[in-house]
């Protein structure tokens, strides 16, 4: 299996570090990066051949949340897993509601990550 998986943190330490990790995954053929909500959405506009998101929730200009009410609203994106990444676990209920299909706890460990990974690709 090959996947595309697309990376959204405003943060570079955690992108390079989620990088890192996906690295490490022989199903991940391919990475790609957004730094916010915004330039995510763009980003899937041009490339429709992705398979999965790993979401940050707090962002600047478009959050993980208003990404996943925007993301989730064109039908055409209904097949696409997005796992939210947050440290925050009071928040799992609402990005649940607003689409998201899963969540992983920063800081994210390898193991978790890639049994992620293996459940929605």
Same mark, same amino acid.
């Given at each position: 299996?090959?996947?595309?998986? /697309?990376?959204?943190?405003?943060?570079?330490?955690? !992108?390079?570090?989620?990088? *890192? /990790?996906?690295?490490?995954?022989?199903?991940?053929?391919?990475?790609?990066?957004?730094?916010?909500?915004?330039?995510?959405?763009?980003?899937?506009?041009?490339?429709?051949?992705?398979?999965?998101?790993?979401?940050?929730?707090?962002?600047?200009?478009?959050?993980?949340?208003?990404?996943? +009410?925007?993301? !989730?609203?064109?039908?055409?994106?209904?097949?696409?897993?997005?796992?939210?990444?947050? *440290?925050?676990? *009071? !928040? +799992?209920?609402?990005?649940?509601?607003?689409?998201?299909?899963?969540?992983? !706890?920063?800081?994210?460990?390898?193991?978790?990550?890639?049994?992620?990974?293996?459940?929605?690709?």
């Amino acid at each position: 299996m090959a996947l595309k998986v /697309l990376i959204v943190d405003d943060d570079f330490i955690n !992108r390079k570090l989620l990088q *890192t /990790l996906l690295k490490k995954n022989t199903s991940v053929t391919e990475i790609v990066e957004a730094e916010n909500g915004s330039d995510a959405l763009d980003k899937i506009k041009k490339d429709p051949n992705i398979d999965l998101i790993l979401l940050d929730i707090m962002m600047p200009i478009v959050d993980g949340i208003e990404f996943l +009410k925007i993301f !989730r609203s064109d039908i055409a994106n209904a097949h696409i897993p997005v796992i939210v990444l947050s *440290t925050d676990d *009071t !928040r +799992k209920t609402e990005v649940y509601d607003n689409g998201a299909n899963d969540f992983l !706890r920063k800081p994210v460990k390898e193991d978790m990550l890639s049994a992620k990974i293996a459940q929605w690709s």
